[in-house]
């Protein structure tokens, strides 16, 4: 291992590596081993979101060099899939160190293989690339963000012309010809001449989309009642997000000011990530201060949101991802049913590892839940395969949502939109957000999920990961906390084993390395490898019936006491 990564590192001694390259390369080499391993032992991947990780010299970090040669492999994959087109790429950016300058220098390679490029003048929300993507008919797009990662990082994700995230068989192809490449044959000599800047008449066409699809027939005294509190964490949705309430009617909008700026340092916070309950500290606090009945915070990159609401005692509460995704759903399939009526051709889309819920709420509308991998790349895909069908709305556990298919990736521009009209119009109605999200399980049960995630950093760390799958195939659970392993998934196999049976039958979903146990009492768990970070993660799904809302706090009692029953058993405290 020690001597390939050698090997390897000597090769960025040379040509076409620039001066600084080497040197810094050979400083690595003298004065610091371990910092070379961790920057040489492996190439950057490609995972459920694209390509992800710490900015530096070296295979395994984000540079103009491995960007470069990514974007060398694209370019040629996309002409020639389109050989007879004069083709075309979008490339947006976000708030990160170096985002702007890689977003330019990604740019530059692309014109320098003679493609049209749509460069935005300025960061942008994620969603809005997207969405820009159609708007101007390209055949790809880039976007350079590392979303909620650490300030060190940065990332690259690809989009493909139906506006989702690049799917089978393409990405593949695309990896394969990069595999194929040497440093030596990226093109960075670009032409400025076929490079368009994106201005704020793409800003304007994207909220027009987003108020068609996020915006309901809500009367105005609804909206003026609404009080809402809004942080950007230092990321860029605050370029769009207050546009787009504003334009939606809605004035009572509180902005984070210490959190207003863009800034890849994230000064305030611990992590940019609204799935942590300390990122929307200073939200909360402000909501409380200004007597808010919601709290809005986007991830850097605004494709993921996350949502704090009155509970029933007026106290400020955090909704996980699971949460927001049914109420927003169920609010979409109901809007539905009463403006066009179901035609029998309509879905939703969710992941995996999500709550299982989605299942229950298709099923009482009629309508059909499509259930993919991890990441909105599949719920997309759906959408393209399936264009005789009617996409409502779809979601997954990690805080994203995706309404129509304008946009064809998660949108937390949208998202922010969707839950202030829902709690506006459920205030109007003497109920709240909160009350709505009760209501949901009285009507199908009450499900609890809860996710752990193990950060395992580095060589070592990736070894323990791979090791604790294997221990999980080799050693499968047959019981947990007294209950039967009914049912056992292996995506990585496409198998899934009815222990009851002992039938086998195929999964007809594209393989992953996860694996989910179902237990005889309906709990559910999951354990995936993260693909953009060094992390292994468990889902638990948990769920019980409720009657009414007094009982509400006692069944969740009760469902957290059984959670915390499998961790332990798990030994993953």
Known sequence: ME???????????????????????????????????????????????????????????????????????????????????????AINYDCRHNSKELAKLVADVFTANGIKVYLFEDMRPTPELSFAVRYYKCQAGIVLTASHNPPEYNGYKVYWQDGGQIVPPNDQAVIDIINSLNYQDIQFKGDDSLITYVSKELDQAFIASTLENASFNIPASAKDDLKIVFTSLHGTSIKLIPQTLEKAGYKNVFIVKEQEV?????????????????????????????????????????????????????????????????????????????NKGFKGNEFIGSTIVSTPMMLDLAQSYGVECKVGLTGFKWIAKFINDCPDQQFIGGGEESFGYMIADKVRDKDAVASALLVCEIAAIAKAANSSFYKELMHLYIDHSFYKEHLISLVKKGIDGAEQINQIMINLRQNPLTSIIGQRVVCLEDYKTQKAHNLITNEVEDINIPSSNVLIYYLEDGTKIAARPSGTEPKIKFYFSVNQQVTDIEHIKEVETQLEQKIQAIILEMNLN
């Not at 040489?40 to 979101?49: A, D, M, R, V």
């Not at 909360?284 to 009155?310: E, H, M, Q």
């Open 262 to 338: 863009p800034d890849g340092d994230f000064p305030t916070v611990k992590s940019p990530n609204p799935e942590e309950p300390e990122a929307l500290t200073m939200a909360l606090a402000l909501a409380d201060k200004v007597g808010a009945d919601i709290v809005i915070g986007t991830d850097p990159d605004s494709d993921r949101i996350g949502i704090a609401v009155r509970n029933l005692q007026g106290e400020m509460t955090l909704l996980n991802g699971n949460q927001a995704m049914v109420v927003m759903t169920a609010f979409l399939l109901e809007q539905y049913k009463h």
């Open 3 to 89: 001597k390939d990564i050698f090997q390897i590192a000597n090769q960025w001694l040379q040509e076409p590596f620039d001066q600084q390259t080497q040197q810094e390369v050979q400083r690595m080499i003298q004065e610091d081993s371990e910092l070379l391993k961790d920057s040489f032992y492996k190439n950057l991947e490609f995972g459920t979101g694209g390509m992800r990780g710490v900015m530096g010299i070296g295979t395994n970090r984000i540079n103009k060099y491995t960007l470069g040669k990514n974007t060398q492999g694209l370019s040629q994959y996309i002409k020639a899939s389109f050989a007879n087109e004069q083709c075309s790429v």
